[in-house]
């Protein structure tokens, strides 16, 4: 095999090549050395000629790289290497990655249920960072059938689940049950004149959960009972779901991504008077 000596000189590198092996019968022999510039691509071959010649050309790729081309590759490897992040509703005006729309639908006979993740809202502050306002929570659309495996979604009603009604949810067990009330206008005027009832319960066969809307509106005289059989493995994609989303409800994602080593660091050296537990 034949052996390979690099040197540089004056920005130039060449790349020597000794005792080279013959190619073919015509005694043509490989380049005996190579010379590259700090220009990309900017390569000269030479070679002794035998009793017949012959063409070699290939590019080279300098490992001069600009400082503009330093940044660019950073950039590259940064995206390659991070791990899928849901789009941040509060990052500044230009910044924003597009829009995604996620979720899973239930389809049943007599009804269908929709779950959709809304993700938290954050509020500028002077300083320029932003602090959580709002924490998101998972939105269910119940739609009555109206036909065979076709759906009224124009008289769907929503039930808005909280990151703690998220997890009542989560810990529920093959047999247990839970219940949760809400009046959107508690607090307001309108206090009482809306009344909605979300029940969670074990079917009798324990093959699953029974979940039970119903909604009483004064306001436009409405009086619906919506309610839909969630088998164990419906139940299951729903719990892992909840489970996996849970900590992107409660914005704690938009911190691990925005915030450096060196960023984390200087917060914890500034915040080093507090007695941590286990520090103790």
């Known amino acids: 095999m034949p052996s390979l000596n690099i040197t540089a000189s004056g920005g130039r590198g060449i790349l020597s090549i000794q005792n080279p092996q013959k ?6 022999t490989i380049p005996t050395s190579i010379l590259v510039t700090r220009r990309k691509n900017d390569v000269f071959l030479t070679a002794p000629y035998g009793k017949c010649s012959i063409n070699v050309s290939f590019s080279v790729k300098s490992q001069y790289l600009t400082p503009q081309e ?14 899928y992040e849901s789009p ?7 910044q924003s990655p597009p829009r995604v729309y996620v979720g ?10 929709a779950v959709e993740p809304r993700l938290p809202e954050f509020s500028p502050l002077e300083s320029g960072a932003f602090k959580l306002s709002k924490e998101g929570f998972v939105l269910l659309q119940f739609a009555p059938a109206a036909g065979m495996r076709q759906y009224d979604w124009s008289r769907k009603q929503l039930f808005s689940l909280s990151v703690t009604e998220i997890g009542n949810i989560i810990s529920l067990g093959p047999r247990d049950s839970c219940e949760f009330f809400h009046d959107p206008y508690k607090g307001r ?22 979940f039970n809307l119903s909604v009483q509106n004064k306001l436009i005289n409405v009086d619906e009972n919506i309610y839909i059989p969630i088998t164990k493995a419906e139940f299951t994609v729903l719990v892992t779901s909840f489970d996996f989303i849970l900590p992107y409800l409660l914005g ?29």
């Open 23 to 28: 190619l073919s019968s015509c005694n043509s």
């Open 70 to 83: 330093q940044r660019q590759q950073q950039q590259q490897q940064q995206r390659r290497f991070s791990s």
């Open 88 to 94: 941040s509703p509060s990052q500044p005006a230009g």
């Open 104 to 113: 899973y639908t239930i389809y049943k006979g007599k009804s269908a249920l």
């Open 189 to 210: 005027s309108e206090e009482g004149k809306v009344r909605k009832v979300l029940k969670v319960e074990p079917l009798p066969d324990g093959s699953g959960h029974f």
């Open 252 to 280: 704690w994602h938009t911190l691990a991504n925005s915030t450096s080593p060196e960023e984390m660091s200087r917060l914890n050296n500034a915040n080093s008077t507090v007695d941590y537990e286990w520090s103790r």
